[in-house]
C-alpha cells in the first residue's frame, strides 16, 4: 500500500505528541515513534529511560510492543520525531532490527526533529541486508 505524504506528516505530527511523553531523566532527550498499521490504526511510543541504561526502551519498540500486543504485525509506515535533535537522528540498531520483523522493506520511515527537516527513506534503505525473515519459515 502506498502511504501518502500528507499520511505521513500526520504521523510524524503524532509522533511529536508521543515525544512529549517520553521519560528521559538522564539522557534528556525525547523521542517518540507513531505507526501506520495495516488496518490503518495508529500506535505511538516515547523512549522510557531507566538509570540502568541497557533498560531503557526506544521509543520505536514502545510503539511496536503496543501494536504487537493489540494483535497488529503488520507495520505501513513509521515516524520517528527527535525534537531536540541538531539533525534527523533515525532508527538505532535495535529498532532496525525490530521494525523489519513486522513490515517489509518498502515501509516508509519518516524521521526528523521537525517536519521541514525531516528525511523520508524506506525500512529497506536503512536496513538494506535484512536477511534474517527466512528464519521464520
Known amino acids: ?3 501518502s505524504d500528507d499520511t505521513l506528516k500526520e504521523l510524524f505530527n503524532k509522533a511529536l505528541d508521543a515525544a512529549k511523553k517520553s521519560y528521559s531523566p538522564y539522557s534528556r532527550f525525547p523521542v517518540g515513534a507513531a505507526l501506520l498499521m495495516e488496518d490503518n490504526s495508529i500506535y505511538t511510543g516515547c523512549n522510557v529511560e531507566n538509570r540502568s541504561y541497557g533498560l531503557t526502551n526506544c521509543a520505536e519498540r514502545t510503539a511496536v510492543f503496543k501494536a504487537v ?4 504485525t503488520s507495520i505501513q509506515a513509521v515516524a520517528i520525531a527527535a525534537p531536540k ?5 533515525g532508527p538505532c540498531g535495535a529498532c532496525r532490527q525490530v521494525l523489519t520483523e513486522f513490515s517489509d522493506g518498502k ?3 519518516i524521521f526528523g526533529n521537525k517536519i521541514e527537516k525531516a528525511v523520508v527513506k ?7 541486508f535484512d536477511s534474517l525473515h527466512e528464519l521464520a519459515n
Open 122 to 128: 524506506t525500512l529497506e534503505e536503512l536496513y538494506p
Open 1 to 3: 500500500m502506498t502511504v
Open 107 to 109: 515501509a516508509k520511515v
Open 85 to 89: 535533535a541538531d539533525y534527523p537522528v
Open 69 to 72: 500486543s493489540d494483535g497488529h
